[in-house]
Protein backbone atom coordinates (compact mmCIF):
# COMPACT_ATOMS: atom_id res chain seq x y z
CA UNK A 1 0.00 0.00 0.00
CA UNK A 2 1.45 3.89 -0.82
CA UNK A 3 2.95 5.80 1.38
CA UNK A 4 1.32 9.50 1.78
CA UNK A 5 4.24 11.79 1.15
CA UNK A 6 4.68 15.40 2.59
CA UNK A 7 7.02 17.98 0.58
CA UNK A 8 8.11 21.22 1.33
CA UNK A 9 7.42 22.34 -1.86
CA UNK A 10 9.88 25.74 -0.96
CA UNK A 11 12.91 23.47 -1.01
CA UNK A 12 11.26 19.63 -1.84
CA UNK A 13 12.04 18.87 1.82
CA UNK A 14 10.35 15.56 2.88
CA UNK A 15 8.31 16.91 5.74
CA UNK A 16 6.84 13.07 6.75
CA UNK A 17 5.39 9.98 5.62
CA UNK A 18 2.03 9.33 6.79
CA UNK A 19 0.71 5.68 6.31
CA UNK A 20 -2.31 4.58 4.87
CA UNK A 21 -5.33 3.10 6.63
CA UNK A 22 -5.57 -0.62 6.03
CA UNK A 23 -8.50 -2.11 4.85
CA UNK A 24 -9.26 -3.13 7.95
CA UNK A 25 -9.03 -0.28 9.84
CA UNK A 26 -11.06 2.02 7.14
CA UNK A 27 -13.99 -0.56 8.05
CA UNK A 28 -13.88 0.53 11.44
CA UNK A 29 -13.53 3.78 11.03
CA UNK A 30 -16.91 3.47 8.69
CA UNK A 31 -18.50 1.66 11.60
CA UNK A 32 -17.89 4.16 13.78
CA UNK A 33 -18.73 7.21 11.76
CA UNK A 34 -22.25 5.37 11.54
CA UNK A 35 -22.54 4.29 15.16
CA UNK A 36 -21.50 8.01 16.03
CA UNK A 37 -24.45 9.41 13.61
CA UNK A 38 -27.02 7.23 15.39
CA UNK A 39 -26.11 9.23 18.65
CA UNK A 40 -24.82 12.59 17.50
CA UNK A 41 -27.76 13.34 15.53
CA UNK A 42 -29.69 13.46 18.34
CA UNK A 43 -28.32 15.77 20.29
CA UNK A 44 -29.32 19.49 20.32
CA UNK A 45 -28.19 22.17 17.94
CA UNK A 46 -27.61 23.84 21.73
CA UNK A 47 -25.35 21.09 22.19
CA UNK A 48 -23.29 21.47 18.62
CA UNK A 49 -23.04 25.53 18.67
CA UNK A 50 -21.72 24.97 21.90
CA UNK A 51 -18.76 22.58 20.50
CA UNK A 52 -19.07 23.98 17.20
CA UNK A 53 -18.25 28.18 19.03
CA UNK A 54 -15.35 26.07 21.30
CA UNK A 55 -13.76 24.91 17.61
CA UNK A 56 -14.04 28.62 16.55
CA UNK A 57 -11.81 29.76 19.69
CA UNK A 58 -9.29 27.52 18.83
CA UNK A 59 -8.97 27.84 15.50
CA UNK A 60 -8.46 31.81 16.43
CA UNK A 61 -5.92 30.96 19.45
CA UNK A 62 -3.95 28.33 17.39
CA UNK A 63 -3.98 30.50 13.94
CA UNK A 64 -0.40 30.65 13.58
CA UNK A 65 0.54 27.64 14.73
CA UNK A 66 -1.99 25.56 12.23
CA UNK A 67 -0.91 28.67 9.54
CA UNK A 68 2.86 27.13 9.54
CA UNK A 69 1.49 23.96 8.70
CA UNK A 70 -0.67 24.87 5.84
CA UNK A 71 2.29 26.84 4.35
CA UNK A 72 4.90 23.52 4.84
CA UNK A 73 2.73 21.27 3.57
CA UNK A 74 1.70 23.04 0.31
CA UNK A 75 3.74 26.38 0.11
CA UNK A 76 1.34 29.50 0.72
CA UNK A 77 2.35 32.59 2.16
CA UNK A 78 2.22 32.39 5.80
CA UNK A 79 0.13 35.60 6.15
CA UNK A 80 -2.43 34.39 3.47
CA UNK A 81 -2.54 30.32 5.76
CA UNK A 82 -3.28 32.29 8.90
CA UNK A 83 -6.32 34.23 7.13
CA UNK A 84 -7.24 31.25 6.14
CA UNK A 85 -7.34 29.97 9.44
CA UNK A 86 -9.03 32.55 11.26
CA UNK A 87 -11.80 32.24 8.18
CA UNK A 88 -12.13 29.29 9.22
CA UNK A 89 -13.43 30.09 12.89
CA UNK A 90 -16.02 32.46 10.97
CA UNK A 91 -17.76 29.75 8.93
CA UNK A 92 -18.03 27.80 12.20
CA UNK A 93 -19.18 30.53 14.10
CA UNK A 94 -21.31 31.40 11.60
CA UNK A 95 -23.29 27.75 11.70
CA UNK A 96 -23.23 27.46 15.45
CA UNK A 97 -25.41 30.96 15.26
CA UNK A 98 -27.54 30.02 12.03
CA UNK A 99 -27.92 26.40 11.75
CA UNK A 100 -30.93 26.15 14.21
CA UNK A 101 -33.26 28.38 12.13
CA UNK A 102 -32.04 27.53 8.42
CA UNK A 103 -33.23 23.87 10.19
CA UNK A 104 -36.27 24.40 11.41
CA UNK A 105 -39.51 23.04 10.83
CA UNK A 106 -41.83 24.67 8.10
CA UNK A 107 -45.45 24.65 8.62
CA UNK A 108 -47.30 24.58 5.02
CA UNK A 109 -50.88 25.20 4.88
CA UNK A 110 -52.85 22.78 2.89
CA UNK A 111 -56.60 21.09 3.51
CA UNK A 112 -54.61 18.72 6.19
CA UNK A 113 -54.66 19.30 10.00
CA UNK A 114 -50.94 19.86 10.17
CA UNK A 115 -48.19 19.80 7.27
CA UNK A 116 -44.91 20.46 8.10
CA UNK A 117 -41.48 20.47 5.77
CA UNK A 118 -38.91 19.05 8.21
CA UNK A 119 -34.82 18.65 7.53
CA UNK A 120 -32.86 15.96 9.11
CA UNK A 121 -29.41 15.06 8.79
CA UNK A 122 -28.71 12.46 6.37
CA UNK A 123 -25.75 10.22 8.03
CA UNK A 124 -22.27 9.95 7.31
CA UNK A 125 -21.41 12.04 4.65
CA UNK A 126 -17.54 11.74 2.18
CA UNK A 127 -15.63 15.01 2.06
CA UNK A 128 -13.12 15.09 -1.01
CA UNK A 129 -10.80 17.62 -0.87
CA UNK A 130 -8.19 19.66 -2.48
CA UNK A 131 -4.55 20.93 -1.20
CA UNK A 132 -4.80 24.43 -2.37
CA UNK A 133 -7.29 25.78 0.90
CA UNK A 134 -6.44 22.66 3.19
CA UNK A 135 -8.06 24.03 5.99
CA UNK A 136 -11.04 26.21 4.28
CA UNK A 137 -12.68 23.68 1.69
CA UNK A 138 -12.27 21.23 5.01
CA UNK A 139 -14.65 23.94 6.80
CA UNK A 140 -17.11 24.68 4.60
CA UNK A 141 -18.01 21.71 3.96
CA UNK A 142 -17.91 20.50 7.69
CA UNK A 143 -19.00 23.52 9.37
CA UNK A 144 -22.95 22.83 7.99
CA UNK A 145 -22.95 19.31 7.66
CA UNK A 146 -21.83 18.97 11.30
CA UNK A 147 -24.30 21.42 12.83
CA UNK A 148 -27.18 19.57 10.63
CA UNK A 149 -26.86 16.38 12.53
CA UNK A 150 -24.60 14.72 10.41
CA UNK A 151 -21.04 12.96 10.66
CA UNK A 152 -18.10 13.63 8.53
CA UNK A 153 -15.56 12.00 6.49
CA UNK A 154 -12.92 13.65 5.44
CA UNK A 155 -10.55 12.17 2.30
CA UNK A 156 -8.05 14.84 1.97
CA UNK A 157 -5.13 15.63 -0.65
CA UNK A 158 -2.95 12.98 -0.17
CA UNK A 159 0.41 16.41 0.39
CA UNK A 160 -1.68 17.73 3.20
CA UNK A 161 -2.18 14.70 5.60
CA UNK A 162 -0.72 17.06 7.98
CA UNK A 163 -3.25 19.21 7.78
CA UNK A 164 -6.20 16.38 7.75
CA UNK A 165 -4.85 14.91 10.83
CA UNK A 166 -4.47 18.39 12.81
CA UNK A 167 -8.23 18.89 11.38
CA UNK A 168 -9.43 15.59 13.33
CA UNK A 169 -7.89 16.23 16.54
CA UNK A 170 -9.13 20.15 16.17
CA UNK A 171 -12.81 18.60 16.01
CA UNK A 172 -11.77 15.85 19.35
CA UNK A 173 -10.30 19.01 21.43
CA UNK A 174 -13.55 21.07 20.74
CA UNK A 175 -15.74 18.39 22.42
CA UNK A 176 -17.29 16.58 19.43
CA UNK A 177 -17.72 12.71 20.66
CA UNK A 178 -15.37 10.34 18.50
CA UNK A 179 -16.34 9.37 14.92
CA UNK A 180 -17.95 12.60 14.41
CA UNK A 181 -15.32 14.13 12.46
CA UNK A 182 -12.97 11.73 10.87
CA UNK A 183 -9.42 11.49 8.74
CA UNK A 184 -9.61 8.64 6.22
CA UNK A 185 -5.83 8.38 5.27
CA UNK A 186 -6.05 6.83 1.81
CA UNK A 187 -5.26 7.52 -2.05
CA UNK A 188 -7.68 8.25 -4.29
CA UNK A 189 -7.97 4.86 -5.98
CA UNK A 190 -9.49 3.76 -2.66
CA UNK A 191 -12.39 6.32 -2.40
CA UNK A 192 -15.00 4.36 -4.78
CA UNK A 193 -15.09 1.91 -2.25
CA UNK A 194 -15.36 4.27 0.45
CA UNK A 195 -18.51 5.65 -1.29
CA UNK A 196 -20.08 2.33 -2.14
CA UNK A 197 -20.12 1.73 1.56
CA UNK A 198 -23.67 0.94 2.70
CA UNK A 199 -22.86 3.67 5.75
CA UNK A 200 -21.96 6.33 3.31
CA UNK A 201 -24.99 8.91 2.83
CA UNK A 202 -23.62 11.47 0.46
CA UNK A 203 -20.04 12.75 -0.94
CA UNK A 204 -18.97 16.10 -1.37
CA UNK A 205 -16.10 16.99 -3.66
CA UNK A 206 -13.76 19.99 -4.65
CA UNK A 207 -11.57 19.16 -7.19
CA UNK A 208 -10.92 19.07 -10.91
CA UNK A 209 -13.13 18.06 -13.87
CA UNK A 210 -11.60 14.73 -14.24
CA UNK A 211 -12.69 14.05 -10.29
CA UNK A 212 -16.10 15.44 -10.59
CA UNK A 213 -16.80 12.97 -13.36
CA UNK A 214 -15.48 10.12 -11.43
CA UNK A 215 -16.91 10.93 -8.49
CA UNK A 216 -19.99 11.77 -9.68
CA UNK A 217 -20.56 7.97 -11.74
CA UNK A 218 -19.54 6.48 -8.44
CA UNK A 219 -21.96 8.27 -6.52
CA UNK A 220 -24.53 7.32 -9.46
CA UNK A 221 -23.71 4.00 -9.86
CA UNK A 222 -24.91 3.41 -5.82
CA UNK A 223 -27.62 6.77 -6.15
CA UNK A 224 -26.28 8.50 -3.74
CA UNK A 225 -26.60 12.48 -3.48
CA UNK A 226 -23.04 14.42 -4.34
CA UNK A 227 -22.07 18.09 -4.87
CA UNK A 228 -19.47 19.22 -6.96
CA UNK A 229 -17.44 22.31 -6.56
CA UNK A 230 -14.79 22.03 -9.73
CA UNK A 231 -12.80 24.22 -11.94
CA UNK A 232 -13.18 27.67 -12.67
CA UNK A 233 -11.84 30.09 -15.55
CA UNK A 234 -12.98 33.61 -14.50
CA UNK A 235 -13.42 36.37 -15.59
CA UNK A 236 -11.99 39.62 -14.78
CA UNK A 237 -13.54 42.77 -16.99
CA UNK A 238 -12.75 46.22 -17.19
CA UNK A 239 -14.89 48.54 -18.73
CA UNK A 240 -13.84 51.78 -20.45
CA UNK A 241 -16.33 53.68 -17.56
CA UNK A 242 -14.72 51.69 -14.65
CA UNK A 243 -12.48 52.98 -11.79
CA UNK A 244 -9.03 51.76 -13.52
CA UNK A 245 -7.69 52.25 -9.79
CA UNK A 246 -10.26 49.86 -8.29
CA UNK A 247 -9.64 47.63 -10.79
CA UNK A 248 -5.91 47.53 -10.81
CA UNK A 249 -5.97 47.21 -6.96
CA UNK A 250 -8.20 44.10 -6.92
CA UNK A 251 -6.38 42.43 -9.98
CA UNK A 252 -3.46 41.59 -7.69
CA UNK A 253 -4.75 39.91 -5.43
CA UNK A 254 -8.04 38.34 -7.45
CA UNK A 255 -4.96 36.45 -9.54
CA UNK A 256 -2.39 36.14 -7.39
CA UNK A 257 -4.27 34.74 -4.37
CA UNK A 258 -2.15 31.53 -2.96
CA UNK A 259 -0.55 31.63 -5.80
CA UNK A 260 -3.10 31.69 -8.44
CA UNK A 261 -3.86 28.27 -7.56
CA UNK A 262 -7.84 29.10 -6.62
CA UNK A 263 -10.46 27.74 -8.39
CA UNK A 264 -12.48 31.45 -8.51
CA UNK A 265 -8.85 33.43 -9.23
CA UNK A 266 -9.18 36.22 -12.11
CA UNK A 267 -7.76 34.02 -14.96
CA UNK A 268 -9.39 35.57 -18.09
CA UNK A 269 -9.13 39.58 -17.71
CA UNK A 270 -10.98 41.20 -20.36
CA UNK A 271 -10.44 44.68 -21.25
CA UNK A 272 -12.30 47.12 -23.07
CA UNK A 273 -10.33 48.30 -25.77
CA UNK A 274 -9.37 52.58 -24.34
CA UNK A 275 -8.93 51.39 -21.20
CA UNK A 276 -6.44 48.49 -21.75
CA UNK A 277 -3.67 51.48 -23.42
CA UNK A 278 -3.36 52.74 -19.31
CA UNK A 279 -4.57 49.49 -17.34
CA UNK A 280 -1.36 46.93 -18.84
CA UNK A 281 1.34 48.94 -18.18
CA UNK A 282 0.17 49.99 -14.95
CA UNK A 283 -0.44 46.09 -14.35
CA UNK A 284 3.02 45.10 -15.44
CA UNK A 285 4.71 47.61 -12.79
CA UNK A 286 2.69 46.57 -10.16
CA UNK A 287 3.12 42.74 -11.07
CA UNK A 288 7.14 43.91 -10.94
CA UNK A 289 7.14 44.81 -7.13
CA UNK A 290 5.71 41.63 -5.77
CA UNK A 291 8.47 39.90 -3.73
CA UNK A 292 8.60 36.15 -4.48
CA UNK A 293 10.41 33.92 -2.09
CA UNK A 294 10.16 31.76 1.46
CA UNK A 295 6.65 31.62 2.32
CA UNK A 296 7.51 32.04 5.60
CA UNK A 297 8.97 35.22 5.64
CA UNK A 298 6.41 38.07 6.64
CA UNK A 299 7.17 40.42 3.31
CA UNK A 300 6.91 37.00 0.52
CA UNK A 301 4.12 38.17 -1.72
CA UNK A 302 4.17 35.03 -3.53
CA UNK A 303 5.84 31.45 -2.42
CA UNK A 304 6.02 28.14 -4.46
CA UNK A 305 3.13 26.77 -6.62
CA UNK A 306 2.58 23.22 -4.42
CA UNK A 307 4.84 21.06 -6.54
CA UNK A 308 7.15 21.14 -9.05
CA UNK A 309 4.64 19.20 -11.40
CA UNK A 310 2.27 21.73 -10.84
CA UNK A 311 4.60 24.62 -11.92
CA UNK A 312 5.61 22.59 -15.12
CA UNK A 313 1.83 22.28 -15.84
CA UNK A 314 1.59 26.01 -15.85
CA UNK A 315 5.38 26.68 -17.77
CA UNK A 316 3.56 23.88 -20.72
CA UNK A 317 0.28 26.11 -20.60
CA UNK A 318 1.72 29.71 -21.03
CA UNK A 319 4.82 28.10 -23.55
CA UNK A 320 2.15 26.50 -25.15
CA UNK A 321 -0.61 29.64 -25.77
CA UNK A 322 3.04 31.61 -26.78
CA UNK A 323 3.22 29.05 -29.77
CA UNK A 324 -0.20 29.78 -30.75
CA UNK A 325 0.35 33.55 -30.78
CA UNK A 326 0.32 35.11 -27.39
CA UNK A 327 2.59 37.62 -26.50
CA UNK A 328 4.75 36.91 -23.50
CA UNK A 329 4.89 40.78 -21.92
CA UNK A 330 6.70 39.90 -18.11
CA UNK A 331 7.39 36.29 -16.54
CA UNK A 332 7.42 33.39 -17.82
CA UNK A 333 10.06 31.41 -16.24
CA UNK A 334 10.11 28.61 -13.64
CA UNK A 335 12.87 27.85 -11.06
CA UNK A 336 11.66 24.28 -9.31
CA UNK A 337 8.25 24.63 -7.81
CA UNK A 338 8.42 28.72 -8.39
CA UNK A 339 6.60 29.99 -11.14
CA UNK A 340 7.21 33.56 -12.22
CA UNK A 341 4.05 36.08 -12.69
CA UNK A 342 3.36 35.94 -16.07
CA UNK A 343 1.45 38.49 -18.17
CA UNK A 344 -0.11 37.35 -21.69
CA UNK A 345 -1.72 39.64 -24.32
CA UNK A 346 -3.45 38.56 -27.29
CA UNK A 347 -4.71 36.13 -25.98
CA UNK A 348 -7.69 33.80 -27.77
CA UNK A 349 -10.39 31.34 -27.62
CA UNK A 350 -8.25 28.27 -28.52
CA UNK A 351 -5.19 29.06 -26.66
CA UNK A 352 -4.74 26.78 -23.20
CA UNK A 353 -4.50 30.26 -21.00
CA UNK A 354 -8.36 30.76 -22.30
CA UNK A 355 -9.86 27.51 -22.54
CA UNK A 356 -8.11 25.74 -19.64
CA UNK A 357 -7.92 26.56 -15.71
CA UNK A 358 -4.47 27.98 -15.33
CA UNK A 359 -3.69 27.35 -11.52
CA UNK A 360 -0.69 29.29 -11.41
CA UNK A 361 0.17 33.16 -11.70
CA UNK A 362 -0.40 33.77 -14.84
CA UNK A 363 -2.48 36.56 -16.40
CA UNK A 364 -3.91 35.99 -19.13
CA UNK A 365 -5.04 39.29 -20.94
CA UNK A 366 -7.69 40.32 -24.18
CA UNK A 367 -9.43 42.83 -26.05
CA UNK A 368 -12.87 43.87 -26.49
CA UNK A 369 -14.79 45.79 -28.22
CA UNK A 370 -18.02 46.67 -26.51
CA UNK A 371 -19.51 45.11 -22.76
CA UNK A 372 -21.97 42.91 -25.25
CA UNK A 373 -18.43 41.35 -27.12
CA UNK A 374 -16.68 41.19 -23.54
CA UNK A 375 -19.74 39.33 -21.77
CA UNK A 376 -19.39 37.49 -25.15
CA UNK A 377 -15.98 36.10 -24.49
CA UNK A 378 -16.43 35.66 -20.71
CA UNK A 379 -19.29 33.63 -21.31
CA UNK A 380 -16.89 31.35 -24.03
CA UNK A 381 -16.35 28.71 -21.87
CA UNK A 382 -16.59 25.67 -20.49
CA UNK A 383 -16.72 26.63 -16.50
CA UNK A 384 -18.91 28.98 -14.68
CA UNK A 385 -18.05 29.69 -11.57
CA UNK A 386 -17.53 33.17 -11.19
CA UNK A 387 -17.36 36.53 -12.91
CA UNK A 388 -16.17 39.90 -11.33
CA UNK A 389 -17.05 43.18 -13.79
CA UNK A 390 -15.60 46.72 -13.01
CA UNK A 391 -18.07 49.44 -14.47
CA UNK A 392 -19.62 52.65 -13.05
CA UNK A 393 -22.93 51.60 -15.60
CA UNK A 394 -25.70 50.41 -13.95
CA UNK A 395 -26.97 48.96 -17.58
CA UNK A 396 -23.52 47.28 -18.26
CA UNK A 397 -23.15 45.64 -14.67
CA UNK A 398 -27.23 44.83 -15.51
CA UNK A 399 -25.73 43.14 -18.64
CA UNK A 400 -23.62 41.20 -17.26
CA UNK A 401 -25.73 40.51 -13.93
CA UNK A 402 -28.25 39.05 -16.21
CA UNK A 403 -26.09 37.24 -18.93
CA UNK A 404 -23.31 35.65 -17.49
CA UNK A 405 -23.71 31.87 -17.13
CA UNK A 406 -21.91 31.90 -13.56
CA UNK A 407 -22.55 30.58 -10.23
CA UNK A 408 -21.56 34.05 -9.11
CA UNK A 409 -21.95 37.69 -10.32
CA UNK A 410 -19.59 40.21 -8.69
CA UNK A 411 -19.80 43.96 -9.62
CA UNK A 412 -16.32 45.93 -8.98
CA UNK A 413 -15.58 43.59 -6.35
CA UNK A 414 -13.36 40.08 -6.63
CA UNK A 415 -15.15 36.76 -6.26
CA UNK A 416 -14.59 35.51 -3.01
CA UNK A 417 -16.20 32.94 -1.10
CA UNK A 418 -18.48 33.71 2.82
CA UNK A 419 -20.39 31.92 4.55
CA UNK A 420 -23.35 34.02 4.26
CA UNK A 421 -23.64 33.47 0.55
CA UNK A 422 -24.15 30.53 -1.41
CA UNK A 423 -21.08 29.09 -3.27
CA UNK A 424 -21.12 26.99 -6.34
CA UNK A 425 -21.12 27.03 -9.94
CA UNK A 426 -22.76 26.00 -13.13
CA UNK A 427 -21.49 24.25 -16.22
CA UNK A 428 -18.33 22.19 -16.19
CA UNK A 429 -17.46 23.73 -12.69
CA UNK A 430 -20.06 21.89 -11.36
CA UNK A 431 -23.36 21.47 -9.42
CA UNK A 432 -24.91 21.82 -5.78
CA UNK A 433 -23.70 24.34 -3.61
CA UNK A 434 -22.18 25.39 -0.25
CA UNK A 435 -22.57 27.87 2.38
CA UNK A 436 -25.67 30.08 3.63
CA UNK A 437 -28.73 28.04 4.08
CA UNK A 438 -28.60 26.70 0.54
CA UNK A 439 -25.27 25.18 1.70
CA UNK A 440 -26.59 23.55 4.91
CA UNK A 441 -29.59 22.19 3.44
CA UNK A 442 -27.54 20.05 0.65
CA UNK A 443 -27.13 16.92 3.38
CA UNK A 444 -30.31 16.37 4.93
CA UNK A 445 -33.53 14.81 4.37
CA UNK A 446 -36.06 17.10 3.84
CA UNK A 447 -39.20 15.49 5.27
CA UNK A 448 -43.05 16.31 4.31
CA UNK A 449 -44.96 15.32 7.25
CA UNK A 450 -48.50 15.29 6.79
CA UNK A 451 -51.28 14.87 9.52
CA UNK A 452 -55.05 14.41 9.34
Given at each position: MTILKSINPYDSSRIVNYPQVSDMNLVVLLGRANTAFNTFRYTSFEQRQGWMNRLAVILRERSRELAVLITKEMGKPLTEAEAEVKKCAWVC?????????????????????????????LGPILAIMPWNFPFWQVFRFAAPAVMAGNTALLKHASNVQGCAGAIEELFSEAGFQEGVFQNLAISSDRVAGVIGNEYVRAVTLTGSEAAGIAVASEAGRHLKK???????????????????????????????????????????????????????????????????????????????????????????????????????????????????????????????????????????????????????????????????????????????????EEGAVFINSMVKSDPRLPFGGIKKSGFGRELSVEGIREFVNIKTVWID
Open positions: EYYAKHAAQFLEKRVVETEAEESVVMYQPCVLELGGNNAFVVLNDANQELALNIALPARLQNGGQSCIAAKRFILESWIAEDFVPELVKRVGQLSVGDPMEEETDIGPLCSVKQAQEVEKQVRDSVEQGAKLITGGHRNGAFYEPTLLLGVKPGMPVFDEEVFGPVFAIMEADSPEKALELANQSRFGLGIQVFTQSESSASLFIEGA
